[in-house]
């Protein structure tokens, strides 16, 4: 699977780490920054992984802040992007089959590594489950999102 990986300052040095693991586990990584632990701006990291999931550049994404709050309430700014922060497999999971997530955020001040690649793993493993009642609710959080969404000019 292709996966857009960014991250802020904050959450550097867990991107890194997440990206030698899921480039282990046969992944394609994306790496989208940052690069340093130098400050830098959350909502940067969120436009980018939704731009390469817009662009078709990436299956899914995975965004490190410090708390994963940041950057999931700036991805969640971006059309088409369905994203969560997940302390929990079962939430990791669970986001995917039954709201069709496509963006996993993560805290790094909140985890460690071994939490972070276990929660990316359940994210990553699940599929939409595409049951009627799923499609349905899925269809009205696309709905809503289409009538804030300006058409480009």
């Given at each position: 699977m292709r996966i857009a990986l960014a991250a802020d300052h904050a959450g550097f040095e867990l991107k890194r780490e997440l990206a030698a693991a899921l480039r282990h586990g046969g992944h394609e990584v994306l790496d989208l920054g940052t690069h340093t632990t130098e400050p830098v701006d959350y909502p940067d990291s969120a436009a980018a992984v939704?731009?390469?999931l817009r662009e078709g550049r990436a299956d899914r994404g995975l965004i490190v802040c410090g708390s994963g709050a940041g950057v999931s309430i700036a991805a969640n700014k971006f059309p088409g992007v369905r994203a969560a922060v997940c302390h929990d497999t079962y939430t990791a999971r669970q986001a995917v089959e039954h709201d069709?997530?496509?963006?996993l955020c993560l805290g790094a001040r909140v985890i460690?590594?071994?939490l972070a690649c276990d929660l990316t793993s359940a994210f990553l493993?699940?599929?939409f489950s595409g049951e009627e009642r799923h499609r349905r609710r899925?269809?009205?959080?696309?709905?809503?999102e289409a009538q804030f969404v300006r058409p480009s000019t």
């Open positions: 939704a731009a390469a069709d997530m496509n963006v460690g590594p071994a493993g699940a599929t899925l269809q009205k959080i696309l709905a809503i």
